[in-house]
């Protein structure tokens, strides 16, 4: 909870980061509240009328080519998208966390091994391990993609942690934990984990702005959440041939990604900034 609460008080003393964590509070809390309050995102109402209705009373930000609800849709995107951002930099940041303390601590073979593991695999594209996976199983489920984004998305993390330990190691409260007897986890997990985390909670906000823009990609491509599920990505493609005629089917996915991302960025970027300052 004091970690918590001093990221909040770092946020809160950046004016962009303030702005970043208004907003980003506000999408979450719509994502949460507004369905019960919007038509259904999965029928088609108002079938005698003609489709593409522009923005008015009753449809706040129009309907799309099947006279759905463009805004139920935005909102109900709102939450696939947060919630595979929150699961894959969830699970990148424990592996990337275990492997960068694992190896700027042991020092040695072991950190020689893991690092070379490291670079192996940033070699790898990640859109490249998708494209393999779409070929063997034609439509990737969502828990799937959180989990392939997720083991994809450690390996930055890892090298972070692993320099910010070797850094700490060298500092006198850690030589004094180790004269004074504390075995290696509890030096890991006491010592050296809450100072990591600082600098990787900046990583992991600033993460979360990344995979929700490769799952609008992916999902742009048709390669990520799959219809009838909404996702912004998934919107904006179904609504290219409309670009021209019915610019609010796109422009409401779009600019929700945008107000995202750069929420989520100004948050990131007031946690790195502040962490820096305090430790230089």
């Known amino acids: 909870m004091n970690l918590l ?25 719509i994502a949460s509240i507004a369905p019960r309050f ?10 005698g009328r003609v489709s593409l209705q522009p923005p008015g009373p009753g449809h706040w930000l ?14 109900r995107g709102a939450r ?3 919630a595979v951002a929150a699961g ?27 690092m070379r593991l490291v670079d192996s695999a940033m070699a790898v594209p990640r859109l490249f391990l998708l494209l393999i996976m779409v070929a063997i199983m034609e439509r990737i489920p969502l828990p799937v993609l959180i989990v392939v984004l997720g083991a994809t998305g450690w390996f930055g993390t890892s090298r972070l942690v692993r320099a910010e330990v070797q850094r700490l190691r060298t500092l006198d409260f850690v030589r004094a934990a180790e004269a004074l007897g504390a075995n290696r986890r509890r030096i890991a997990l006491r010592h050296l984990l809450p100072n990591v985390a600082g600098p990787l909670a900046a990583s992991t906000t600033l993460a979360v702005g990344d995979v929700i823009l490769l799952e609008a990609g992916l999902s742009f491509l ?47 970027e007031a946690l790195h900034q502040g962490y820096t300052t305090s430790s230089a």
């Open 5 to 29: 609460r001093e990221a909040w008080q770092v946020v809160w003393r950046d004016r962009g980061g303030r702005a970043g964590a208004l907003v980003l509070a506000a999408l979450i809390l």
């Open 38 to 47: 919007l038509p259904d995102w999965r029928v088609m109402p108002d079938l």
């Open 62 to 75: 129009g309907t799309d080519r099947d006279n759905r609800d463009v805004l139920s849709r935005v909102v």
């Open 80 to 82: 696939v998208s947060l």
């Open 88 to 114: 894959a930099v969830a699970l990148s940041v424990t592996v990337g966390a275990l492997i960068g303390m694992l190896a700027g601590y042991a020092g040695g073979w072991v950190d020689s091994l893991l």
């Open 222 to 268: 048709g390669l990520g959440v799959q219809p009838p599920t909404p996702s912004w990505g998934g919107m904006i493609l179904e609504a290219q041939p409309y670009l021209a005629t019915a610019p609010w089917t796109s422009l409401a996915p779009g600019i929700a990604v945008v107000l995202t991302v750069l929420s989520v960025n100004l948050v990131g």
